[in-house]
C-alpha cells in the first residue's frame, strides 16, 4: 500500500476498464469512481484483471438491473457504480473540502480528488504530482470537468490536468466548469476505505461458490 502505487498506477489506462453484468449484458465502460478504485485496488497489490474483478463484483452487486428477476432488467440499463454508493462507501466521511483554489497546501501526490458532493461526488481523480505552481491530476471520463481542453468521455484522459489553474475554477471558489466544491481524500484514508470493499468482494465471490455461505 503506497502513494507512489496508486501514482503509478493512474499514469496508465485502467485495463480492462469494462464492468461486466450478468449474462444478457455487455457490460458498461467504468466511469470515473470505477477508475480510482481500480488504481486503489492496484496500490493495494492486486493486478489489472484482479482490479477489474473486484469491481465486476460490486457493480453486479449493486446494480438494479441484475437483481431483477429478468436480464434485460425491469428496474432499467445496467449501470456503472453510482455516485451515491461511492460516496457512502468511500468518500462522504473522510473528504476534505478544498476552500478555493489557493487551498492546496495540504494536499500530496496519491490523495485522490472528489468534485461535487461527498456525499454523491460527480467527478473522482487523482493527484500524480505536485509543484509550486500545479496540481496535476490524472482520471477517467474527464470531459465534463474539463470540456474545454479536449479531455475525453468514458475513456483514460492520458494528459495531466491543472486543477490548481484559475482556468479550471468559475470564480475563486467553484471549481469546473459548473463551479462545483472541490475535496481530497488522504490516500491512507482511501486505501482504507477500498481494502474494507475489497474484503467485501471477496465475501460476494464467496457467496457465489458457497450460497449458505453469510
Not at 445496467?78 to 487551498?103: K, M, P
Not at 456525499?119 to 487523482?126: F, L
Amino acid at each position: 500500500m503506497s502513494r507512489e502505487a496508486i501514482i503509478n498506477a493512474a499514469n496508465q489506462p485502467p485495463q480492462p476498464a469494462i464492468e461486466k453484468h450478468n449474462a444478457g449484458s455487455n457490460g458498461s465502460d467504468y466511469c470515473c469512481h470505477s477508475a480510482a478504485m481500480h488504481w486503489g485496488f492496484i496500490s493495494l497489490g492486486e493486478s489489472g484483471n484482479s482490479a477489474n474483478n473486484i469491481i465486476n463484483l460490486l457493480s453486479s452487486a449493486i446494480c438494479q438491473a441484475c437483481s431483477s428477476k429478468t436480464y434485460e432488467g425491469e428496474t432499467g440499463l445496467h449501470g456503472t457504480i453510482s455516485n451515491e454508493w461511492y460516496g457512502h462507501n468511500v468518500c462522504e466521511n473522510d473528504a476534505i473540502q478544498i476552500g478555493s483554489l489557493r487551498d492546496f497546501e495540504n494536499v500530496r501526490p496519491g490523495d485522490v480528488l472528489i468534485s461535487g458532493n461527498a456525499s454523491a461526488p460527480s467527478h473522482s481523480m487523482i493527484v500524480v504530482n505536485k509543484s509550486n505552481n500545479q496540481i496535476n491530476i490524472r482520471g477517467f471520463n474527464n470531459q465534463g470537468t474539463f470540456p474545454f481542453d479536449g479531455a475525453p468521455r468514458a475513456a483514460y484522459d492520458p494528459y495531466d490536468r491543472d486543477v490548481s489553474s484559475s482556468s479550471n475554477w468559475t470564480d475563486e471558489n467553484g471549481f469546473g466548469p459548473y463551479g462545483a466544491n472541490l475535496y481530497y481524500i488522504p490516500y491512507e484514508k482511501f486505501a482504507a476505505k477500498i481494502a474494507l470493499i475489497k474484503r467485501r468482494a471477496g465475501l460476494i465471490e464467496l457467496k457465489k461458490s458457497y450460497p449458505g455461505v453469510r
